[in-house]
């Protein structure tokens, strides 16, 4: 079993910046993808920024050139910076992790561990 946490969330303004951190209790089985959805009020959960193990990394278009995913191995950790944050960036935002996982696809079906979020906010 994989157990994610994830951490970060808060309010911010319009242009700001927010890391959010992700603590997985351990690395899924390789190949494996690990990545970030959101869902705002009263929306659908949808992809933000995935990254797998071979190396590979996906972005939804809305936030190509302003959020960053990446990750430190050694702590088992999983980060999104976000910058030049909008008010359409508000929501919750979860981790998820799947094993045996050959390419990332921005599908929550896809992802069989998620983390219980953090909640971003955006206004000025």
């Known amino acids: 079993q994989v157990h994610v946490v994830e951490s970060g969330g808060g309010s911010v303004q319009p242009g700001g910046s927010l890391r959010l951190s992700c603590a997985v209790s351990r690395s899924p089985s390789r190949p494996y993808c690990m990545g970030w959805f959101r869902q705002p009020p009263g929306n659908e959960r949808e992809g933000v920024a995935l990254?797998?193990?071979?190396?590979?990394?996906i972005y939804a278009d809305s936030v190509k050139g302003r959020f960053t995913i990446s990750q430190d191995n050694a702590k088992n950790t999983l980060y999104l910076q976000m910058n030049s944050v909008k008010p359409e960036d508000t929501a919750m935002y979860y981790c998820?992790?799947?094993?045996?996982?050959?390419?990332?696809?921005?599908?929550?079906?896809?992802?069989?561990?998620w983390g219980q979020g953090t909640q971003v906010t955006v206004s000025s």
């Open positions: 990254i797998a193990s071979a190396g590979s990394v």
């Open positions: 998820a992790a799947q094993a045996y996982c050959y390419r990332p696809r921005m599908r929550p079906n896809d992802f069989g561990y």
